[in-house]
């Protein structure tokens, strides 16, 4: 009945017989409990949060729904184990362009062990985290010329500078092929996919409002999903034309600690970063066709 | 002519032959170029800045005045040194009570030195940096019990955890002796001076706006000076009753960066972090009056 998701980006993947996330066809997603705190942590998070009345419902939408934890049979072989269950995000889209941003200009937190501290702050300085105040962290696009998926490799995602990460956003919204790097992506979709009153970037400025005054929650090293219907845009315009279902969720919770009534400026100040990058690319589309091209 | 500041609260002071910045009786502020590339890179921002028609006039006025530099006779008998000339920000007040607040979660930034990012990072986890996203480095403030200034030790200051960040800014806006330390500060002026249209809190939500979408400067490790006449409090409900005259003004630019296209969300997350503590005390000062309190 489980099988290894199609459409997963970042994060533990369950292939070669490691353990990992699982999907049913019942639009339900198994996340191991990891071996540490960690899982323990985040399926804590999912109980506080779901049944929390101090979130408005506006927000809850942002997250995947929790349906508890359950024992199934692990990815790895190793048997029955507790996975927590959540809303697949992604399953009733057919062809899904995906992007996992991880947010935060760091992803350790203080009273971490100094083993931790090294760790991420060395990641956080080799990627954007430091100067952008987000990283991409993976993404797979649907390339329309090769009628397949297209995803650049982890080493390359990780390896951007702010110009790989604001060309990785131009890319993700763009029908041309993306395997052609010398070619400018067109933003064919930024309007539809980034724009407009249900787009990616109204979304993030309601999350925004959101963080600016919560001090329930950290959301360290937490990441922000995006995803969009890209089969429907090649029926753009005709009678049965969809709407891209453009959708932002908020996923890994590992790291997420009490906020005790300090905001969490970390996301809150990578989001605002993560949002004037799509600003910029819906205004650079917007003056280009103004101009004709 | 030159005489060390009345009311300087961090930073460099000229005393004990030290070299520090001078005022003269004309409402200026003499600030020594530094020895080392910091003192350029500061002059450096302020001709800038200055200069910049892209910032707004609104908020060119949370800015000292520059009038260039100048040759003066240094506080520590060095003889004559540039010195920044700048307009002195508290010249105008009888009693100033006075705030220094470093804003930002890391006071280094990409491709400094390796030294120097340690220097900076110990001392952002061992103060409120990290946690709050900025920190309090000094304040002084007017003691009507005892008709005198009273300051915090910088030791004292600078070990403040979340709670003492908190009861600083209390203390700040009022009325009762700052020095017992177990009375709870009742904030008398906290409505007349955070509140209001032309009040702190009316300000950082101007200068926030601004940093959501300024993408010219990166001021790492600056600091964001809070002033207010505490003398005029004394008359308050008399015919010549006096505003308290509250003011931010951003100062110590020697780290400031070209943002090169990405907003400063190191700034913007602590500055929102900032706000939202402000808000807090108007928020308790004000249920409290309702309450009879």
């Given at each position: 009945?489980?099988?290894?998701?199609e459409?997963?980006?970042?994060g533990?993947?369950?292939?070669?017989?490691?353990?990992g996330?699982?999907v049913?066809?019942?639009?339900?997603?198994f996340k191991?409990?990891q071996?540490?705190?960690?899982?323990e942590?985040?399926a804590?998070?999912?109980?506080?949060?779901?049944?929390n009345?101090n979130v408005?419902d506006?927000?809850?939408r942002?997250?995947?729904?929790y349906?508890?934890?359950?024992?199934?049979e692990?990815?790895?072989?190793?048997?029955?184990?507790?996975?927590?269950?959540l809303e697949?995000?992604?399953?009733?889209y057919?062809?899904p362009?995906?992007?996992?941003?991880k947010?935060?200009?760091?992803t350790?937190?203080?009273?971490?062990?100094?083993?931790y501290?090294?760790k991420?702050?060395?990641k956080d300085?080799?990627?954007?985290?430091?100067?952008l105040?987000?990283?991409?962290s993976?993404?797979?696009?649907?390339?329309?010329?090769?009628s397949?998926?297209?995803?650049?490799e982890?080493k390359?995602?990780?390896g951007y500078?702010?110009?790989?990460a604001?060309l990785a956003l131009?890319?993700f919204?763009?029908s041309n092929?993306?395997?052609?790097?010398?070619s400018?992506p067109?933003c064919?979709f930024?309007?539809?996919v980034?724009g407009?009153?249900n787009?990616?970037?109204?979304?993030?400025?309601?999350?925004k409002?959101?963080f600016?005054?919560?001090?329930i929650?950290h959301f360290?090293?937490c990441s922000?999903?995006?995803?969009y219907e890209n089969?429907?845009?090649l029926m753009?315009g005709?009678?049965d034309a969809?709407?891209?279902r453009?959708q932002?969720?908020?996923?890994?919770?590992?790291?997420?600690?009490?906020?005790?009534?300090?905001?969490?400026?970390?996301f809150?100040?990578g989001v605002?970063?993560?949002?004037?990058?799509?600003q910029?690319?819906?205004e650079t589309?917007?003056?280009?066709l103004?101009?004709?091209?």
């Amino acid at each position: 009945m489980l099988k290894v998701p199609e459409h997963q980006v970042a994060g533990h993947i369950a292939i070669d017989g490691k353990l990992g996330p699982l999907v049913d066809d019942q639009g339900r997603f198994f996340k191991p409990l990891q071996d540490d705190a960690r899982g323990e942590n985040e399926a804590k998070f999912y109980e506080s949060f779901s049944a929390n009345k101090n979130v408005p419902d506006h927000i809850h939408r942002y997250f995947p729904v929790y349906h508890g934890t359950q024992l199934v049979e692990a990815s790895d072989g190793s048997g029955k184990l507790p996975h927590m269950v959540l809303e697949d995000v992604v399953s009733e889209y057919s062809n899904p362009s995906i992007m996992d941003v991880k947010i935060g200009s760091r992803t350790w937190y203080p009273d971490v062990s100094e083993e931790y501290f090294k760790k991420c702050i060395k990641k956080d300085r080799e990627t954007t985290t430091v100067s952008l105040g987000f990283r991409v962290s993976g993404f797979k696009i649907f390339d329309h010329q090769e009628s397949s998926f297209w995803r650049p490799e982890k080493k390359v995602v990780l390896g951007y500078k702010v110009d790989g990460a604001r060309l990785a956003l131009k890319k993700f919204v763009s029908s041309n092929s993306p395997v052609e790097s010398k070619s400018m992506p067109n933003c064919a979709f930024a309007s539809e996919v980034y724009g407009g009153p249900n787009g990616i970037l109204a979304q993030l400025l309601e999350l925004k409002a959101w963080f600016e005054t919560q001090t329930i929650y950290h959301f360290n090293s937490c990441s922000i999903l995006m995803v969009y219907e890209n089969d429907s845009m090649l029926m753009k315009g005709g009678d049965d034309a969809q709407m891209p279902r453009a959708q932002v969720k908020l996923v890994d919770f590992a790291h997420v600690l009490d906020g005790n009534g300090v905001i969490d400026h970390n996301f809150l100040g990578g989001v605002c970063s993560f949002i004037k990058f799509i600003q910029d690319i819906l205004e650079t589309d917007t003056s280009q066709l103004e101009n004709g091209h």
